[in-house]
């Protein structure tokens, strides 16, 4: 489902990979991508969110976290960003990182998750 990154979020943000502001559809498109990421492991729409903006960097800010087993264990998801590939990145609290490739989806896309058309 992620792949682990051999990175950091603060080096994708010095070198420009991480969008700086998302439109108004990126952001309510996130929101729906992480709910329908885990879906299964957690009631849908009961992950507490807010997009936020630091260092140059917007994220949206999953404030209980959520579980994530990678490879090394149990992780918690912290942070979602949009890369500017249009892929997802995910911060640990550990400081590990995870992209989800979104196949090419833009913000156009993103409004479908987030409307349900």
């Given at each position: 489902?992620?792949?682990k990154?051999d990175?950091?979020?603060?080096e994708?943000i010095?070198n420009?990979?991480?969008?700086?502001?998302?439109?108004?559809?990126?952001?309510y498109?996130?929101?729906?991508?992480i709910?329908?990421?885990?879906q299964?492991?957690?009631?849908?729409?009961?992950?507490?969110?807010a997009?936020m903006v630091?260092d140059?960097?917007?994220?949206?800010?999953?404030?209980?976290g959520?579980p994530y087993k990678s490879?090394?264990?149990?992780?918690?998801?912290?942070r979602?960003?949009?890369?500017?590939?249009?892929?997802?990145?995910?911060?640990?609290?550990?400081?590990?990182v995870f992209?989800?490739?979104?196949?090419?989806i833009?913000?156009?896309?993103?409004?479908?998750?987030n409307?349900g058309?």
């Amino acid at each position: 489902m992620l792949i682990k990154l051999d990175t950091t979020i603060d080096e994708l943000i010095k070198n420009k990979k991480i969008k700086a502001k998302w439109s108004e559809i990126e952001s309510y498109g996130i929101t729906e991508m992480i709910n329908l990421l885990w879906q299964d492991e957690i009631e849908y729409g009961s992950i507490g969110q807010a997009t936020m903006v630091k260092d140059k960097a917007a994220y949206q800010n999953l404030f209980e976290g959520i579980p994530y087993k990678s490879e090394r264990g149990y992780e918690t998801i912290i942070r979602a960003y949009i890369d500017t590939d249009d892929n997802i990145v995910f911060q640990s609290s550990k400081g590990n990182v995870f992209l989800y490739e979104t196949d090419e989806i833009d913000g156009e896309d993103l409004k479908y998750y987030n409307t349900g058309e």
